[in-house]
């Protein structure tokens, strides 16, 4: 067998096509776990005992369960419950629910690792509660989650992948289809790993390029 | 409520069998490949690290549902004659071996240098302080990672249903296709991962506060 | 030939200039030791005695000199201007022969206090089990801790620790002893028991250098006192002249800062 390298240019507008999904899908993936951790983290760390428990068992279901299977029960669910959604938008919702449970715990972890001396100076200085966690905790919680954020980041592009099973038009969807009618098994492969490996070397690189600003910014 | 769940119950746990052994072959493999990876990555000669970098590279940015494919496709081409599940385990356990071998890295890294000073005063070098000083502490600290990664192998092992193994998501897919009854058949799917891994993350927990008062 | 009593020193240090980055710590350090003889090495922190200690059994390795053991160079072999890394077999083998403690005790924590002894001797120099187990037993008899041998470290007061530590250290039959700073991590009250292991070490003739803060050991137990400060050694000789007649502006101002109660 030989490796045709014109066949990869021929049919790359399909890969390009394929790429603006899986970004499209991604950067929503990722700004909604981001957003909906951050309601996940609050009601885990709230006063209320009820609220902590229903975030504690929430982080559990969905750390516990595998993506996809909430991506079937949303998509068919959603069809037999007379609401159909896109596979596009079921996919967003199964990945937004799952990595906002381990964003979450990210930030808490990123929280609780600002030690209580550091609360301490703060309320010496003067400062109240929210004033102490605005002004010393969160600064510097940001810089610590970044790292673990960059690889739940990656988790999420990856897991875009599972997304083309809905039948949503993106990379892996498209390298299928194409597999499926030319043949050229490895030359679709190939290209669909460079592809991804260029999404999430861009991408941990640009987080990589924050981290190092805000550690500037000290 | 849930008749058709309860009706369907010994298809799901067929398939729950499948995903049971999926994972434990998988996971034995990763770890050990995992090791491995981990011992080259710190100690080999300089190409040879620069190829398992390579290796991880890989392994890390691509999907796994990209190499189950792959490996679905091309070998067929390639001639190979696969069977699916051990196919499907093999390429779960590599993808896995590059998180196997940073939980051992990390391990590794983590036995105080004071371990390796009072090793190597001793006279002790290379394998045998390996064996002796090193692995009992790095495998004592890997436990709760470890576990953490199980618990990924086993969602990821749900990703085999998609190139046609017949585990307990794939059973799940069939009875819904037959029935129309998602929400019943997928919690169902969702409750047995849940079981597999939450039994795992309270053994992980175990072992934490087991590793906390050595050092 | 000359009348002097002195064979070959059971450490040789000549010369030695070790780099961290761009940071020479230490600075062309030259100085023997004698079979029998126990050294202390005293001076602020900074001043490189512990990394002085780390490069005669090579914890450390240094870019400039020679240290031999017992005439035998340790790490380096070389003719004519060209160093050469010793296989780390050889630098095992040696350091095999060399006792080390540390500040930190830094005992194995998966092991009771037997196994910490008798592993070295059984896995290293291959002595038969049962006998490694009655050498241990005996060397933790000697250091008090004859009722802790199934005890893990970690239930262990800091001072039981070190003292197992330096049972552990003897178990392999030195020739020589290094101590770091043995008692820096030790509550006060604690660090009398492990001084009083290394007092009868001494008195037993065994070859000893002591890295350590404690200026009234050094000053009774030692049979040398050398003062290190910015990777040099300043001043060395007997105890009593050191303490008694400081030359350098340098050890009376530490050894005053010392009498005021200083942190050093």
């Not at chain 2, 970098?53 to 189950?68: K, T």
């Not at chain 2, 067929?76 to 998180?99: D, E, K, R």
Request: hydrophobic share 50%.
């Amino acid at each position: 067998m030989s490796f045709d390298v014109n066949f990869i240019l021929r049919n790359l507008p399909v890969f390009l096509e394929g790429l603006t999904v899986t970004v499209q899908i991604s950067a929503l993936a990722i700004a909604f776990s981001l957003i909906w951790g951050l309601v996940v983290v609050i009601a885990r760390l709230s006063r209320v005992k009820a609220l902590r428990g229903l975030a504690a068992a929430y982080v559990e279901l969905v750390r516990n369960t595998p993506v996809l299977v909430q991506m079937y029960f949303i998509f068919f669910g959603s069809a037999v419950a007379g609401y159909p959604i896109s596979g596009f938008m079921a996919g967003l919702i199964a990945l937004s629910a799952q990595n906002g449970g381990y964003v979450a715990e990210i930030y808490r972890a990123g929280i609780q690792s600002i030690s209580q001396r550091q609360v301490e100076a703060g309320m010496a200085l003067g400062m109240q509660g929210r004033q102490v966690f605005s002004i010393v905790v969160l600064p510097q919680a940001i810089r610590r989650v970044i790292p673990p954020i960059s690889n739940q980041g990656i988790v999420i592009i990856k897991d875009t992948a599972l997304v083309s099973t809905l039948s949503v038009a993106e990379m892996t969807y498209h390298a299928r289809l194409l597999t499926d009618r030319t043949a050229a098994a490895y030359e679709v492969f190939f290209t669909l790993a460079l592809f991804y490996l260029l999404v999430t070397t861009v991408f941990s690189g640009v987080m990589r390029l924050l981290e190092w600003r805000l550690r500037v910014a000290q | 409520m849930f008749d058709i769940l309860i009706a369907n119950g010994h298809l799901l746990l067929a398939g729950a069998v499948v995903t049971l052994y999926l994972s434990a072959g998988a996971a034995a493999m990763a770890a050990v490949l995992g090791a491995g990876l981990a011992l080259l990555q710190l100690f080999a000669f300089w190409p040879l690290r620069l190829l398992v970098e390579a290796y991880l590279y890989i392994m890390r940015g691509v999907p796994l549902l990209v190499l189950l494919f792959a490996m679905y496709y091309m070998l067929p081409y390639a001639g190979v004659n696969v069977n699916p599940t051990a196919g499907g385990m093999v390429v779960i356990a590599l993808y896995f071996s590059a998180f196997m071998s940073e939980v051992f890295r990390g391990a590794i890294l983590a036995v105080p240098k004071g371990q390796w000073d009072a090793a190597r005063a001793l006279g002790m070098f290379g394998r045998t302080m390996m064996v002796i000083v090193v692995a009992p502490q790095a495998l004592r600290l890997a436990g709760p990672p470890f576990v953490n990664t199980c618990i990924m192998l086993v969602k990821g092992t749900s990703l085999v249903s998609i190139i046609g193994l017949l585990e307990v998501t794939m059973a799940g897919r069939q009875i819904v296709e037959r029935t129309l009854a998602p929400f019943q058949i997928f919690t169902g799917v969702a409750v047995i991962y849940f079981l597999i891994c939450y039994s795992l993350s309270v053994y992980g927990r175990y072992l934490e506060r087991r590793t906390s008062y050595v050092h | 030939m000359s009348t002097k009593p002195n064979p070959t020193p059971a450490i040789a240090v000549d010369g030695v200039s070790k780099w961290f980055g761009k940071l020479k710590v230490l600075d062309e350090v030259s100085t023997a030791v004698a079979p029998g003889e126990a050294v202390v090495v005293i001076g602020p922190s900074g001043s490189g005695k512990t990394t002085l200690l780390r490069c005669i059994n090579l914890l450390e390795e240094f870019q400039e000199g020679e240290i031999r053991i017992d005439g035998e160079p340790i790490g380096y072999s070389g003719s004519g201007g060209q160093r050469i890394r010793r296989p780390e077999r050889e630098v095992a083998r040696m350091r095999a022969q060399l006792g080390m403690v540390f500040q930190s005790f830094n005992l194995f924590p998966h092991m009771n206090v037997l196994k910490n002894v008798m592993v070295a001797p059984v896995r290293i120099k291959g002595v038969p089990r049962k006998e490694a187990e009655a050498i241990a037993v005996d060397l933790l008899e000697r250091v008090g801790l004859g009722d802790k041998l199934a005890s893990m470290p970690a239930k262990l007061s800091g001072g039981q620790q070190q003292r197992v530590a330096i049972a552990r250290a003897l178990a392999m039959n030195p020739e020589l002893m290094l101590f770091d700073e043995p008692t820096s991590a030790l509550d006060p009250e604690l660090v009398g028991e492990v001084l009083g292991v290394m007092r009868q070490l001494v008195e037993e003739g065994m070859t000893m250098v002591i890295v350590t803060h404690e200026m009234q050991f050094a000053r009774e137990v030692a049979h040398r006192v050398v003062f290190m400060a910015e990777g040099k050694i300043v001043e060395q000789g007997p105890p009593d002249d050191l303490f008694g007649n400081p030359q350098s502006e340098r050890l009376q101002t530490f050894l005053k800062r010392f009498r005021e109660g200083y942190m050093i």
